[in-house]
């Protein structure tokens, strides 16, 4: 063993060996550090998108087929005027409705998927006939809307028949997406499997919640 390749009996690495290990660990540095960067970046794309379908808020974002647009919009062929969808996700039915003259209006309780529908409409050059709106579905009147589409769950649809039933005006039409209501009696179906949509008639479902209320009424008096 040579004496430069000694000191006091222990081997010395040669400087070629110390910067190949140099060299090994700034690439697994960098290595971590795109990975980790990557897995970041992906998180903060995705979260606002799949954050709704955590919660134990209903309605999570599960974004409407191309034959459920179109199967809505076949629902509504004869209809005009102010439109809302709610639970509008990424816009895609109010965008769609737009574009087929309605005055189109999306509630959403995620505030990323509501910038992302108003860039959408803008993209698609109809922002001018759409609103999107930052708000809890059951904080809000639909009065003024004869046209409602809702993409819901079956554990919010009861309660909000008896919202839509005493907001809308009579000669309003509501599209279900997906679940159907529990009690109302639909006056068609559009398509079929998960693409099926139903479509309700507000004289129909209003009388319905008379009548209910009623008996409602009469069963708490004879007690």
């Avoid at 004289?203 to 209320?213: L, P, S």
Wanted: hydrophobic share 40%; net charge positive; glycine share 8%.
């Amino acid at each position: 063993m040579s004496q430069e390749e000694t000191f006091l009996g222990v081997p010395c690495q040669s400087t070629d060996g110390r910067t190949q290990v140099k060299n090994k660990s700034r690439l697994g540095l960098i290595v971590t550090g795109v990975v980790g960067g990557s897995l970041v970046a992906l998180y903060a794309v995705t979260a606002p998108f799949v954050a709704p379908a955590l919660r134990k808020v209903c309605l999570p974002f599960v974004p409407a087929t191309t034959v459920q647009v179109s199967n809505v919009l076949s629902a509504l062929r004869a209809r005009t005027g102010r439109l809302v969808d709610i639970g509008s996700g990424d816009g895609r039915i109010v965008i769609a409705a737009a574009k087929q003259g309605f005055q189109a209006s999306g509630f959403e309780l995620n505030p990323w998927l509501v910038w992302y529908s108003r860039y959408k409409a803008w993209r698609e050059g109809v922002y001018r006939s759409t609103s999107f709106h930052i708000s809890d579905l059951w904080k809000v009147s639909f009065t003024k809307y004869p046209n409602v589409v809702i993409f819901g769950v079956p554990q919010m649809m009861e309660k909000l028949e008896h919202k839509l039933a005493s907001e809308l005006p009579s000669s309003a039409k509501v599209v279900a997406c997906r679940f159907p209501f529990p009690t109302w009696v639909p006056e068609q179906t559009v398509g079929e499997g998960i693409d099926t949509v139903w479509v309700y008639d507000a004289k129909t479902f209003k009388c319905q919640e008379r009548t209910r209320t009623i008996s409602e009424q009469s069963q708490q008096s004879q007690l």
